[in-house]
C-alpha cells in the first residue's frame, strides 16, 4: 500500500473506533439511567424508555454500508 492508502485506512478506522467509543458510552450512561441512576450518581426523577438496540444496530449497518462505498469510490475514482 501507498503512503496515501495507509493514511486513508488510518483515518477511517480511527473514526470508526470513536463511533464505537461514543455508541458504548451511550449504552452505558442508558443503562445507568434506566436503572434510576445519573452519570454523577444521583437519582433520576423520570424514567427513560427502553433503549432500542435494534435500531442502533440497523443504523450502523447502514452507516458501514455507506463507509464501504464510499471508500470504494475514492479508491476507483484514483486509478
Keep these: 500500500m501507498d503512503k496515501k492508502a495507509k493514511i486513508a485506512a488510518a483515518i477511517s478506522s480511527a473514526v470508526m473506533?470513536?463511533?464505537?467509543?461514543e455508541e458504548e458510552s451511550l449504552m452505558m450512561n442508558q443503562g445507568a439511567l434506566?436503572?434510576?441512576?445519573?452519570?454523577?450518581?444521583?437519582?433520576?426523577?423520570?424514567?427513560?424508555?427502553?433503549?432500542?438496540?435494534?435500531?442502533?444496530?440497523?443504523?450502523?449497518?447502514?452507516?458501514?454500508?455507506?463507509?464501504?462505498?464510499?471508500?470504494?469510490?475514492f479508491i476507483r475514482g484514483r486509478q
Design 17 to 21: 473506533n470513536y463511533i464505537r467509543t
Design 34 to 73: 434506566q436503572t434510576g441512576q445519573s452519570a454523577s450518581g444521583g437519582v433520576q426523577a423520570a424514567p427513560l424508555p427502553p433503549f432500542n438496540i435494534w435500531g442502533v444496530s440497523g443504523r450502523q449497518a447502514v452507516m458501514q454500508t455507506r463507509n464501504l462505498m464510499q471508500l470504494k469510490a
